[in-house]
């Protein structure tokens, strides 16, 4: 069992120590920390992270530890006000230098890449719900800048734990909590005309979704789906998932197909989604007893379950996920141990779908030349690399 959970997780960054990494079967190797901080992520609950086909970058995150979360030299503990990116082709971690005004709400935010921007939405500090966000702070990682869109409308109320989705150029954000309320709200951002609409669906009160936080969201162009979710004394099952028809204005309620041998996923919150097509994939979170570590997927046309045979290393929750263009899934951090609340800094990641060929011609090359990232562009243009692969080791 251990050797196939080996092959379908690739162990990135040792569990125990942060800066011991083990990538792609290299040997073991040390990293120094530098005098400008670690060279790895610490430790960290409550954090994003979304990913292109050449990067991973993990924004924000909590971690109550004095010194895993950098003691005297964070400015912002027990927050991390930072972004790093995790490196594909080299396997390495860099703390981002940015510009302008960095967000400091800075857990259990929302974060989408939308082209090279990465959309920042909502989010707390501390003490949690004492000071919440709701605007919206745009970070361009190809100019690392961060800046603060300019909004009209009616904004969302001040919120943490909200899910959002963007669809056909609109930004969709659902629930989330204040610190004291759930909402059930829905509001709408046109990225075009930056103007803010809160939603009002034609159901009855008594007909919408049950209010929650750290849920998660789907899409399929037409609908919006409402994945797991809770508040800080329940979880929502997965039997039935509540999706509302962008067309019609109505939330709807799906009846879901279970694994024919073990039912339905276990209710959860705080825990990770990621969308391939129509195929969505969750792992992880927390029932409200357990830690879970499993890793599910539903299809947006059957809407069947399926249980996948690939179990996380260990069980998480308020970690985060992101998956490559080319359905590749990273995992990195969260909550691992509930009576010692204990955060880890690892990093996961597991193929969703079949690699391509291309990709599996992209990972062996790596393997086999791990220094190609050193060569000039002409010298990879030589070598027969495309641009859109040279793109990838700069």
């Known amino acids: 069992g251990r050797h196939l959970q080996a092959l379908l997780w690739g162990f990135i960054l040792c569990k125990r120590c942060p800066f011991l990494q083990l990538h792609q079967g290299l040997n073991n190797s040390l990293c120094l920390k530098r005098f400008t901080g670690h060279c790895v992520p610490p430790a960290r609950s409550g954090h994003r ?12 995150g909590y971690n109550p530890d004095f010194e895993e979360a950098g003691g005297s030299e964070n400015e912002d503990y ?22 302008g005004y960095m967000p400091t709400e800075l857990a259990s935010m929302s974060a989408v890449l939308h082209g090279n921007n990465l959309l920042v939405f909502g989010g707390t500090g501390i003490p949690f719900g004492e000071n919440n966000g709701n605007d919206v702070h745009v970070c361009n990682v190809q100019y690392k800048r961060w800046n603060l869109l300019n909004c009209k409308g009616k904004k969302p109320n001040k919120i943490y734990g909200q899910a959002m ?13 204040t610190g004291y309320l759930y909402s ?13 609409t809160h939603l009002k669906p034609n159901n009855a009160p008594s007909d919408l979704p049950e209010e929650r936080y750290r849920h998660e969201l789907a899409h399929d162009g037409q609908r919006i789906y409402i994945l797991g979710g809770g508040t800080s004394w329940m979880s929502y099952p997965l039997d039935k998932i509540h999706t509302y028809n962008l067309e019609t204005n109505y939330w709807e309620e799906i009846v879901t197909k279970p694994h024919e041998r073990i039912g339905y996923p276990a209710a959860r919150r705080c825990h990770s989604c990621v969308q391939v097509k129509d195929e969505v994939f969750i792992c992880g979170g927390y029932n409200g007893e357990l830690i879970l ?28 996920a992101a998956v490559t263009p080319a359905g590749c899934m990273y995992v990195h951090g969260g909550v691992v141990n509930m009576s010692g609340n204990r955060r880890t800094g690892s990093l996961y990641k597991v193929w969703l779908v079949v690699p391509s060929l291309l990709e599996l011609t992209w990972e062996k090359l790596l393997k086999t030349f791990p220094h190609v990232a050193q060569l000039s562009t002409l010298q990879l243009l030589s070598l027969g690399l495309t641009h859109t692969l040279i793109q990838r080791l700069k």
């Not at 027990?78 to 510009?99: D, G, K, N, S, Y």
């Not at 059930?184 to 803010?196: M, P």
């Not at 539903?298 to 970690?319: C, D, G, R, S």
């Open 49 to 60: 992270c979304v990913a292109d086909s050449a990067n991973l970058y993990v924004f924000g």
């Open 78 to 99: 027990p927050l991390f006000r930072e972004l790093w990116r995790f490196h594909f082709a080299t396997a390495t971690w860099q703390q981002v230098r940015t510009e």
């Open 293 to 320: 570590s499993d890793l599910w997927k539903i299809n947006l046309q059957t809407f069947q379950w399926t249980k996948l045979p690939a179990v996380m290393p260990e069980p998480a929750y308020f970690h985060c």
């Open 165 to 177: 989705v963007i669809v056909n150029g609109y930004l969709y954000v659902f629930g989330g909590t």
């Open 184 to 196: 059930t709200d829905l509001h709408r951002l046109d990225l075009s005309t930056r103007e803010w």
